[in-house]
């Protein structure tokens, strides 16, 4: 649900590379940049380095 909010079904692209490009960038940044408040505050890459 949060893919298609956030820019999915709001962003015309010309090719299925371009899609993949900006899932993979939005993934990142979803994981390394945006707090989650279910875990906190923090994100998901900080909450997977605090359990290794």
Do not use: C, S
Not at 5 to 28: C, G, H, N, P, S
């Amino acid at each position: 649900r949060t893919v298609r909010y956030a820019w999915l079904a709001t962003t015309l692209f010309d090719t299925i590379e371009q899609v993949q490009d900006k899932a993979t960038r939005w993934l990142w940044t979803y994981n390394h940049e945006r707090p989650n408040m279910a875990l906190g505050g923090i994100t998901p890459a900080m909450k997977l380095a605090m359990a290794a």
